[in-house]
């Protein structure tokens, strides 16, 4: 299996790359940040928020490839100001909590626009269906 999703993003034309891909059991979401469909930022200011939309964002491109969060095995985050690493981390906890994928959040410069403060991908491993039983007789 390959599959690729894409949001519509004017990025992933421009840049060449889709938002999450497929391949056999393994689920990879590109770096995600809080620009909502109208290419506005959600939550100018407001780091937590902008995780929990992004968070929520790499959900749905994770169903579309069947996939859900309990499946991420590995987060990286990327903010641009690591002193509220706290709201980050609250955010994180909120939507991993009990998963506990392997992660990483590191301070960058600067995001591909200035009103951006964090950018997050992820890793999933989709388990196999489990087996169907058949009464033979």
């Known amino acids: 299996m390959d599959q690729r999703v894409y949001s519509g993003s ?34 100018p200011g407001d780091l937590f928020r902008q995780c929990e939309f992004v968070l929520e964002k790499i959900a749905r491109a994770l169903a579309k ?11 990286r985050t990327f903010v641009t100001d690591l002193s509220r690493f706290e709201e980050f981390a609250r955010a994180h906890r909120a939507a991993f909590q009990g998963v506990d994928p392997v992660a990483t959040c590191v301070e960058v410069k600067a995001l ?5 403060l964090v950018e997050i991908e ?16």
């Open 112 to 116: 591909v626009r200035p009103d951006l």
């Open 65 to 75: 490839c069947g996939a859900s969060m309990a499946d991420v095995v590995r987060t």
């Open 10 to 43: 004017p990025w992933e034309e421009k840049v060449a790359y889709c938002r999450a891909r497929r391949v056999g059991d393994l689920v990879f979401v590109a770096g995600t940040t809080a620009t909502g469909d109208d290419g506005a930022v959600v939550g």
């Open 122 to 137: 992820v890793d999933a491993v989709v388990p196999p269906p489990a087996p169907v039983f058949t009464d033979q007789g």
